[in-house]
T-cell receptor, first 116, second 115 residues
Framework: AQTVTQSQPEMSVQEAETVTLSCTYD???????LFWYKQPPSRQMILVIR??????QNATENRFSVNFQKAAKSFSLKISDSQLGDTAMYFC?????????????FGKGTSLLVTP | DGGITQSPKYLFRKEGQNVTLSCEQN?????MYWYRQDPGQGLRLIYY???????QKGDIAEGYSVSREKKESFPLTVTSAQKNPTAFYLC??????????????FGPGTRLTVT
């Protein structure tokens, strides 16, 4: 079974600063996908970024980028120029085809607070 | 607009009653999923379906049932056998092919409270 670990239950950052959220995972699979999801106070889950394991280049989406280290099984999310609207729970998720189909395996989340 | 809808947003039931949560998508996605979220926890998979008239149990299926009679709809029934049904329930869907394959898109969720 795959496990996803987010070791930082809570983090805070000042507006306009940069913050990095950590995620590690355990798998014996070679082909898989990794995702970061954001859940603001509204509780709507929003896809932030995705990374395919076969791609060496780190994914970027505007102010969001990842540092994917396949050998270390690490998948951190960097948020640049933090904005107040980035305040949310952030979940790291892993997906490899298994007896759970294409379902996501989530970490327990990191609560990020962006302060003025 | 394409998306996923869940209804109702809040649901209250007495212990011992079955309750059905609705999930509809118009994204033409093949796969649909139900997750449960408890405080301080990530999401846990209840059931998933990759095709109409077929569905599979997830990690915590006991006390739940689903149906997939149409591609667009994947209702979840919380039965009286579920010991701790109070939780936030999220429905998701994904394509299984194409450039956005495996990306799951979520509905707004249903908060179920059983007393």
């Amino acid at each position: 079974a795959q496990t996803v670990t987010q070791s930082q239950p809570e983090m805070s950052v000042q507006e306009a600063e940069t913050v990095t959220l950590s995620c590690t995972y355990d798998t014996s699979e070679n082909n898989y996908y990794l995702f970061w999801y954001k859940q603001p106070p509204s509780r709507q889950m929003i896809l932030v970024i995705r990374q395919e394991a076969y791609k060496q280049q780190n994914a970027t989406e505007n102010r969001f980028s990842v540092n994917f280290q396949k050998a270390a099984k690490s998948f951190s999310l960097k948020i640049s120029d933090s904005q107040l609207g980035d305040t949310a729970m952030y979940f790291c998720a892993f997906m490899a085809y298994s007896n759970s189909g294409y379902a996501l395996n989530f970490g327990k989340g990191t609560s990020l607070l962006v302060t003025p | 607009d394409g998306g996923i809808t869940q209804s109702p947003k809040y649901l209250f039931r007495k212990e011992g009653q079955n309750v059905t949560l609705s999930c509809e998508q118009n994204l033409n996605h093949d796969a649909m999923y139900w997750y449960r979220q408890d405080p301080g926890q990530g999401l846990r998979l209840i059931y998933y379906s990759q095709i109409v008239n077929d569905f599979q149990k997830g990690d915590i299926a006991e006390g739940y049932s689903v149906s997939r009679e149409k591609k667009e709809s994947f209702p979840l029934t919380v039965t009286s056998a579920q010991k701790n049904p109070t939780a936030f329930y999220l429905c998701a869907s994904s394509a299984l092919a194409g450039s956005r394959a495996y990306e799951q898109y979520f509905g707004p969720g249903t908060r179920l409270t059983v007393t």
